[in-house]
């Protein structure tokens, strides 16, 4: 079965600490996808990445980073220098390549950048 | 261009009534997909349709049906409303040729069901 785990229901950070979210999944697929979404406040959902399993390559976007391990089923998130406007709940989530696959998200991260 | 736009944004709707949520996709998408975010269950998946046809369902029952109309707007319609269906009901759209995960959200529809 598919699965994925974000084990930090909530996280508190004062602003410009650097923090990292967990991300750990499990699937018998050997390709897929993985992805990282951000939830406001004002609900919808924002796509921010989508990594293969084919790529363990780390990949950077600003402050954004994300690391694949495909050893440890991990794909973790990490904000450096973090702002208030970071603050939402961020979704790690685990699909199949096919277009008509779908996803299965992970219960969230509540994250709480404090000034 | 326009984002995924989402009616109504909040409804309040009695034990035992039935609901209908509409989702207009972003123009030239052909995929919406449905999800439910409570806070108990998270985010989970209702069911996709790609050019009027239904191409994927998640794990709910009968009373969660959909449909997609030619110009892709969708609707979903939840019969005999029970108070465990208060929940946060997000739209997605994308063109329907790449994964179902890159897709634009719309703010949801939250149903209250008292």
């Known amino acids: 079965a598919q699965k994925v785990t974000q084990a930090q229901t909530e996280i508190s950070v004062v602003e410009k600490e650097d923090v990292t979210l967990d991300c750990v999944y499990e699937t018998r697929d050997t390709t897929y996808y993985l992805f990282w979404y951000k939830q406001p406040p004002s609900g919808e959902l924002v796509f921010l990445i989508r990594r293969n399993s084919f790529d363990e390559q780390n990949e950077i976007s600003g402050r954004y980073s994300w690391n694949f391990q495909k050893s440890t089923s991990s794909f973790n998130f990490t904000i450096t220098a973090s702002q208030v406007v970071d603050s939402a709940v961020y979704f790690c989530?685990?699909?199949?390549?096919?277009?008509?696959?779908?996803?299965?998200f992970g219960k969230g991260t509540r994250l709480h950048i404090l000034p | 261009k326009a984002g995924v736009t989402q009616t109504p944004r909040y409804l309040i709707k009695t034990r035992g009534q039935q609901v209908t949520l509409s989702c207009s996709p972003i123009s030239g998408h052909r995929s919406v997909s449905w999800y439910q975010q409570t806070p108990g269950q998270g985010l989970q998946f209702l069911f996709e349709y790609f050019s009027e046809t239904q191409r994927n369902k998640g794990n709910f029952p009968g009373r969660f049906s959909g449909r997609q109309f030619s110009n892709s707007r969708s609707e979903m319609n939840v019969s005999t409303l029970e108070l465990g269906d208060s929940a946060l009901y997000l739209c997605?759209?994308?063109?329907?040729?790449?994964?179902?995960?890159?897709?634009?959200f719309g703010q949801g529809t939250r149903l209250t069901v008292v």
């Open positions: 997605a759209s994308n063109q329907g040729t790449r994964s179902v995960g890159e897709a634009f």
């Open positions: 989530a685990l699909g199949g390549l096919n277009r008509d696959d779908k996803i299965i």
